[in-house]
């Protein structure tokens, strides 16, 4: 693949970093890795033979002649220092993704605020169901394959492009995507314009761009990219690529797509939600762009079943109660799951919300507050620090206190045992519990529906 024997990763539990782990491994090179706790990824990493553990080990590293590490790893990390006092190279998990999607003949990237991991592992579920040749990054478990990687061979890389810590813009794709772009990461993006910069850039370097109508406008007064390689979809009359004659079938959508005004062909969803419909509609653009048979691509989408953590049904309370698990954490990702549970619940919608991030709480305080209306329960959890100390932001019992005052309904809890015990005792056959959050919290899904099972 490249000139690399060794290859060390430092957080190789995260999501991304395993599949780069995964895809280098396959690729022939020897590879270990190190994170700072245990987990079903680490677990899976072992037996798939990777020497994978959890603390540091300089040992180890020693061996190695690149050591890749996440955003998240300080300069003050063992095995990192001892790699730099040791000359042995290292590189940031960004600009290892960018060396890897080099070693294909074509990239296609994935951005926006919300969606990427579902519409990346619906075009690796596509490509793979068509034998094409390609790697497949993603960052969540691809329920068709079990996994967040696929490498079948060189011809494409499908990676997620993530604007946290302006990590996309370490790529230079073929065709780089832009869902929608939604300010979100405080940390990274002081301000709104300061993300839509980002987001611009990221056109600049893709030799085609494929934009959402809305993001498109929004970035439009600003748009540097030669207007002739952008191509818009949406639901608009303007857009390239268009969704019509959109309708619903308990939560799941079929609609017909439009090039340029002429029919591509008819679509029908196997993932709920509307918002799914875009999501498909950048595949559709994806797919068009390089040429595959549109028949061929109806089918496979049709048989995509989605990606785990996305509107997962986990199974049901001792109750009856449904429960979902979904990985929203940003107020208009809330507002699409809540949307959607709308379409498809005859009963209440108890949501459980786990804030993710003291800083993103604070900058969108007003729009989280305003993101329940449609839900007839909302519990809020503690904030999920991830990389974080508190006095970056809001907490979630301040997000409680705030959400009350608005007029709206919020019972904030502080751990998962009491939240669990509420749950049950205040949900029907009928109704939806919808977990909501980035962090752990999709833990309190396996426990309501343990419960079932235990009794």
Not at 279 to 289: E, Q, R, S
Request: overall charge negative.
């Amino acid at each position: 693949m490249f000139d690399f024997n060794r290859i060390h990763f430092i957080g190789i539990g995260g999501i991304s970093m395993s599949a780069l782990a995964m895809l280098t491994s396959e690729a022939g090179v020897w590879v270990s890795g190190s994170d700072r706790a245990d987990s079903e990824i680490l677990r899976k990493l072992k037996r798939y033979g990777i020497n994978a553990y959890v603390g540091n080990n300089n040992s180890v590293v020693s061996g190695c002649d690149l050591v890749v590490y996440t955003a998240a790893v300080g300069g003050d990390d063992t095995e990192l220092k001892f790699a730099r006092s040791n000359k042995i190279r290292c590189m940031e998990r960004k600009a290892y993704l960018a060396l890897m999607a080099k070693t294909c003949k074509s990239v296609i990237a994935v951005a926006g605020s919300h969606g990427k991991t579902s519409v990346t592992a619906m075009l690796c579920h596509i490509f793979d169901q068509m034998a094409l040749p390609m790697k497949g990054h993603v960052g969540g478990i691809i329920n068709s394959v079990g996994s967040n990687y696929i490498d079948t061979g060189n011809d494409y890389f499908i990676t997620e492009a993530c604007e946290y810590g302006r990590s996309f813009l370490s790529l230079t794709p073929d065709i780089g995507v832009i869902l929608n772009c939604d300010y979100d990461h405080p940390d990274t993006y002081p301000t709104e314009e300061s993300l839509q910069q980002a987001f611009i850039q990221f056109a600049d370097q893709s030799k085609i761009a494929i934009i959402e109508e809305e993001a498109c406008q929004s970035l439009d007064l600003k748009l540097r990219t030669d207007r002739d390689k952008v191509y818009t979809f949406g639901f608009g009359e303007k857009s390239y690529y268009r969704a019509v004659n959109v309708k619903n079938e308990e939560g799941k959508f079929t609609f017909d797509a439009l090039c340029d005004g002429e029919y591509i062909g008819s679509f029908s969803l196997n993932v709920y939600g509307r918002h799914n419909v875009l999501n498909a509609l950048a595949v559709i653009a994806v797919c068009h762009l390089n040429w595959l048979d549109m028949r061929e691509v109806a089918e496979y989408i049709n048989t995509f079943d989605g990606v785990d953590r996305r509107f997962s049904k986990r199974g049901n309370t001792s109750s009856g109660a449904q429960v979902i698990v979904d990985y929203a954490h940003h107020p208009k990702e809330i507002v699409a799951t809540i949307d959607t549970l709308r379409l498809m619940t005859k009963g209440k919608i108890i949501a459980v919300f786990e804030p993710h991030t003291y800083s993103r709480t604070k900058a969108l305080l007003d729009e989280f507050a305003q993101s329940f209306y449609w839900a007839d329960e909302l519990i809020i959890l503690p904030t999920y620090a991830a990389r974080e100390s508190k006095d970056k932001g809001i907490d979630g019992s301040e997000l409680a206190s705030y959400i009350n005052k608005t007029g709206e309904g919020a019972l904030y809890i502080d751990n998962y045992d009491d939240a669990c015990e509420f749950i049950e005792s205040s949900c029907a056959s009928r109704d939806t519990v919808v977990i909501l959050g980035a962090g752990s919290v999709n833990i309190l899904g396996d426990m309501l529906t343990k419960k079932k099972a235990d009794k």
